[in-house]
């Protein structure tokens, strides 16, 4: 087995909901999770007719890929068929970038600190180091995770700019593909297909071959293309409910003495002085947020169960 480099961690899924329920005496069916980023149910748009068509051919390969649900995506991006590369995910999409910009002895630039790990585990999975100098290629995250911001552009190129959250926020570079960036695009967050792992990305025609040359030869299954599909065909998702939510909540936090950060995406970021405090006492009422060193992050819901975390915030003492 080759060695992982001595800064490797992996990465960690916060335990299922069974889990937590048991674990607390809960009936599950209580749990909420705000700690997924992703929206409370899925589209309408993509229920199982959709996929009637693709469970009928699911013992063929799809020979040839999925050139509809790569034209799909060309538009509801502006660019070309041959400007897109499918992957399982954003993140499949980020260790694939990784592996194809560097490799042992190279260095990889994260351009925001805290950002989304698995730039950090995809470098090193890739043989090489995380640090400034010299990069083989720099990784940033626009609008940020866990922080929610949506910060300048970096310089330095290549540049792959995660956009997982790019809907909320409404700004892109995929107009800077000719240029040196590799856009990540995810159906996972604002489509929410996250279950179906189907993400993609944005690059210049070379490039984009490139990175599919290195890729699986079929990352994505044929009933995750049809999901994609179809949210795809129902037009843009719209978000504004989301985003509205997500600034009632902010304001509300504003009022019980809590400040967020300012958020582009589709969940807040709390800084706090106790958030493993806070964060022990919102599970115990199976409210299930994210814990960083500073502060906790959900995401948006709806207003009942936002109103569920808010309360059960307004009361945790712990960060007074
Ligand atoms: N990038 C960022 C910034 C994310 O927050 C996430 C979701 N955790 C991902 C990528 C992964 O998304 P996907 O489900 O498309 O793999």
Known sequence: MRALPAAFGEYRWAPSTEAIAAELGL??????????????????TAGPAFIVDALAKVNEYAHGGFPALVDAI??????????????????????????TFAGPDDVVAIDVDPTYPLFRIAAHLAGAEVGDVDPAVTFTCRPNNPTGALGSLSFARPLVVDEAYFEYAGETAAGLIGDGIVVLRTFSKAFGLASARVGYALADAATAAELDRRQAPQPISGIS????????????????????ERDRCAASLGEIGLGSLPSRANFLFVPMENPDGVGAALLRQG???????????????????DDRLLEALAAAAEYR
Request: hydrophobic share 50%; no cysteine; proline share 10%.
């Open 74 to 99: 060309a538009e509801y991006a502006g660019v070309e068929p041959q400007n897109v590369v499918l992957g399982a995910g954003a993140d499949d999409l980020i260790l694939l970038s990784a592996r």
């Open 287 to 305: 409210l299930v947020v994210r814990v960083f060193p500073d502060g906790i992050r959900f995401s948006v819901r709806d207003r009942d169960d």
């Open 225 to 244: 293309a049809a999901l994609a599909l179809a949210a795809l065909a129902a037009g843009p998702p719209d978000v504004r409910e989301q985003v509205a």
């Open 27 to 44: 009936d599950p069916a209580l749990i909420r999770r705000f700690d997924g980023n992703v929206p409370a149910s899925p589209s309408p």
